[in-house]
C-alpha cells in the first residue's frame, strides 16, 4: 500500500514523473485500489470497514487532497493567513499592538460572532470545528471506471473547498462598521463619493504606513466610478467589468460565493474593503487530521450506508491594523 499511496499522493501533487500520462496512472491507480478491495470494482459495506485497505488508503489521502485543493488562484486567499498544523504550524497567530484589535470567531451558518478585545503582543489560538466531505459515491464510481482518479480528487477537493471558502467569505462580511477602533474616517455608508473614497483610502494608509488595495465583488467595484476616465480604465471595464484602479489604488474582485445550501450570495454587493499592509485580517486553521466515518443505513431516508470523512478547520478574524469599508448605495 505504501508504493500506492507515493503514486497517488505524487498524482494528487502533479509531482509524477513524465514517465506515464495521466491516463496511465489514473487506470493503474484504480487497479490497485481495487486489489486492495479483494478484486472487486464494487463496494461492499461489510467488507468496506476500518481495517480495510482501501478504506485505510482513502483516509490517508484525502488530508493531500484537501490540502492541494486549498491552494487556489481566488484572491479571497489574499486576505487569509493559513496554517496546517499537521505540517508543523502551530494554532497561534501574534498580534503586534499597534492598534485595536477584535477577535471574531466566523463560520457559515453560524450568526452570533464571538468579539474579544486582545492586548498587544498576544497570542490567539482559533476555535476550530470538523468539516465533512461525502466519500462514498465518488471512490464507487472511480472503482467502477466511470471517472478519473483526477476527477475523483477534484470531486472531493471541491466539495472540501466550498466548506472552507464559505467560512472565510462569512468571515470577510463579518468586518463591519461595528468592529472596535473603526470610526467615521474608515467606515462610510451613502452614495458613492469619490472624494470620500480618497480620504478613506488616505487615512488607511496613514494609519498603516503601506499602500491600499480595494476589494469587493464585480458589482460592488462596478459601482466606484471617476470623473475622468482614461482609456486603459475603459478597457478594464470591457474586459473585467469594472475599472482596474481609482485614482491610482488598485481593485481587485473577490468572486462571489453562495451561503452553504442556498443561492443567496454571502458577499454584500454594495460594500468594498480599503485594506493595507501584509498582515492577512482571516486567518485559518486545518487540523490535517481527519478520519473516515460510517453513516448508518438507518440514519438515511433511503437506507444507503454512506461514509463521510471528516477534517477539523477552524476560520477567525483578527484585524490587526485599520481597515477601511465603504457601503455604496443605490
Do not use: W
Not at 476500518?50 to 486549498?70: K, M, Q
Amino acid at each position: 500500500m505504501e508504493n500506492v499511496l507515493t503514486i497517488a499522493i505524487g498524482a494528487i501533487k502533479g509531482t509524477m514523473s513524465g514517465e506515464f500520462s495521466k491516463g496511465q496512472t489514473s487506470e493503474a491507480l484504480r487497479k490497485a485500489f481495487i486489489e486492495m478491495n479483494g478484486g472487486s470494482d464494487k463496494l461492499n459495506p461489510k467488507t468496506f470497514v476500518r481495517g480495510n485497505e482501501l478504506y485505510s488508503a482513502v483516509e490517508e489521502l484525502i488530508p493531500t487532497i484537501v490540502e492541494e485543493g486549498l491552494k487556489d488562484e481566488n484572491p479571497i486567499f489574499r486576505l487569509v493567513e493559513y496554517k496546517n498544523i499537521a505540517s508543523g504550524d502551530v494554532n497561534e497567530f501574534y498580534t503586534s499592538g499597534e492598534a485595536v484589535f477584535i477577535v471574531a470567531d466566523a463560520a457559515a451558518g453560524i450568526r452570533g460572532v464571538r468579539r474579544q478585545r486582545i492586548s498587544g503582543g498576544e497570542k490567539v489560538t482559533v476555535k476550530t470545528s470538523m468539516k465533512i466531505v461525502r466519500v462514498y459515491e465518488n471512490l464507487g464510481r472511480l472503482l467502477a471506471g466511470r471517472i478519473t482518479f483526477d476527477e475523483f480528487v477534484t470531486a472531493v477537493a471541491n466539495s472540501f473547498k466550498k466548506t472552507i471558502l464559505a467560512d472565510a467569505y462569512t468571515a470577510i462580511a463579518g468586518m463591519t462598521e461595528n468592529t472596535p477602533g473603526l470610526s467615521s474616517e474608515y467606515v462610510y455608508a451613502g452614495t458613492f463619493d469619490e472624494d470620500k473614497l480618497l480620504a478613506i483610502i488616505e487615512h488607511v494608509e496613514a494609519a498603516t504606513g503601506k499602500t491600499a488595495t480595494i476589494y469587493g465583488t464585480k458589482t460592488a467595484l462596478r459601482k466606484v466610478t471617476s470623473a475622468d476616465v482614461s482609456n486603459e480604465a475603459k478597457s478594464d471595464l470591457y474586459n473585467m467589468g469594472f475599472y482596474g484602479k481609482f485614482n491610482g489604488t488598485a481593485m481587485v474582485q473577490l468572486k462571489q460565493a453562495h451561503k452553504p445550501g442556498t443561492s443567496n450570495f454571502i458577499l454584500d454587493d454594495s460594500k468594498i474593503y480599503i485594506i493595507a499592509g501584509d498582515d492577512a485580517p482571516v486567518k485559518m486553521v486545518n487540523e490535517g487530521e481527519g478520519i473516515m466515518l460510517t453513516r448508518e443505513a438507518t440514519e438515511n431516508n433511503d437506507l444507503t450506508q454512506e461514509y463521510v470523512y471528516g477534517q477539523a478547520f477552524g476560520t477567525g478574524v483578527i484585524c490587526a491594523e485599520k481597515m477601511g469599508i465603504y457601503t455604496i448605495a443605490g
